[in-house]
């Protein structure tokens, strides 16, 4: 079943929603916190006022659905593929976040930080192509 | 979820007698709890920082799993995974510094 091409297909497909959706969540999210001003002046006497905006924010609702797409096509793909094989792909997403960070938000990536995405990157890689299951079946 | 048991049958009514299970678990509640804390401290982050910055950052989630999988879960962390482990910490040391 796994060799099936309908499979395969389905299978990258998800995995491109994987990589798009939950940092484009995460970058709606952010433009709309920003709106909301930043948390460094928050005072605990605002928090009914601070929610209230969040609340209110079309981005958050916008980022939260964007995360909530990304985690169905998640949990789909892992009825069937294995987790060390779509947990290594998701990890893109690292860099995903970044470039829509500077491209839609305007953000400055330093240098520094493009590496440290990659190494990032790198290092779930890793973690991901390990065996899945050490403990014992109960 | 190892308390509840694996899901093997992904037919609706199936998946609403496993929810239903899952909610009776004490656990899934300091769970669920845990990651509503985290969902908020993301947003606050996000309204001070870049989500260039942010999200790289929360990579060291990794760490903190397989911390948590150790203390808690008793698992056995492989080589391999603590050298990828290794590897994100030194990732996201690089985005710390990156900051302004």
Same mark, same amino acid.
């Given at each position: @079943?796994?060799?099936?091409?309908?499979?395969?297909?389905?299978?990258?497909?998800? /995995?491109?929603?994987?990589?798009?959706?939950? =940092?484009?969540?995460?970058?709606?999210?952010?433009?709309? @916190?920003?709106?909301?001003?930043?948390?460094?002046?928050?005072? =605990?006497?605002? /928090?009914?006022?601070?929610?209230? #905006?969040? /609340?209110?924010?079309?981005?958050?609702?916008?980022? /939260?659905?964007?995360?909530?797409?990304?985690?169905?096509?998640?949990?789909?793909?892992?009825?069937?593929?294995?987790? #060390?094989?779509?947990?290594?792909? #998701? #990890?893109?997403?690292?860099?995903?976040?970044? @470039?829509?960070?500077?491209?839609?938000?305007?953000?400055?990536?330093?240098?520094?930080?493009? @590496?440290?995405?990659?190494?990032?990157?790198?290092?779930?890689?890793?973690?991901?192509?390990?065996?899945?299951?050490?403990?014992?079946?109960? | 979820?190892?308390?509840?048991?694996?899901?093997?049958?992904?037919?609706?009514?199936?998946?609403?007698?496993?929810?239903?299970?899952?909610?009776?678990?004490?656990?899934?509640? %300091?769970?669920? *709890?845990?990651?509503?804390?985290?969902?908020? +401290?993301?947003?606050?982050?996000?309204? %001070?920082?870049?989500?260039?910055?942010?999200?790289?950052?929360? *990579?060291?989630?990794?760490?903190?799993? *397989?911390?948590? *999988?150790?203390?808690?879960?008793?698992?056995? %962390? +492989?080589?391999?995974?603590?050298?990828?482990?290794?590897?994100?910490?030194?990732?996201?040391?690089?985005?710390?510094?990156?900051?302004?």
């Amino acid at each position: @079943m796994k060799d099936s091409p309908g499979l395969q297909v389905k299978t990258y497909v998800l /995995i491109f929603f994987i990589v798009l959706f939950a =940092p484009l969540g995460n970058v709606l999210l952010s433009k709309g @916190m920003k709106g909301v001003g930043s948390a460094k002046n928050w005072v =605990p006497g605002d /928090i009914f006022h601070i929610l209230a #905006s969040i /609340i209110a924010s079309g981005y958050i609702w916008l980022g /939260i659905v964007c995360l909530l797409t990304f985690f169905v096509a998640y949990m789909l793909v892992l009825t069937w593929a294995d987790y #060390s094989y779509v947990q290594p792909a #998701s #990890s893109f997403s690292y860099a995903v976040v970044a @470039m829509l960070g500077y491209f839609l938000l305007g953000e400055t990536v330093p240098t520094l930080r493009w @590496m440290g995405i990659f190494v990032i990157c790198v290092g779930v890689f890793i973690v991901g192509h390990t065996h899945p299951r050490t403990t014992e079946k109960a | 979820m190892k308390v509840v048991g694996e899901v093997h049958d992904f037919r609706p009514a199936a998946l609403v007698r496993f929810v239903f299970r899952a909610v009776r678990v004490g656990w899934m509640w %300091i769970g669920i *709890a845990m990651m509503t804390l985290a969902f908020f +401290s993301l947003l606050a982050m996000l309204s %001070i920082e870049n989500v260039s910055f942010v999200v790289p950052v929360t *990579a060291l989630s990794y760490a903190a799993g *397989a911390l948590g *999988a150790i203390l808690f879960l008793h698992e056995r %962390i +492989s080589p391999q995974r603590w050298l990828g482990v290794a590897i994100v910490c030194a990732g996201v040391t690089l985005v710390w510094l990156s900051r302004r």
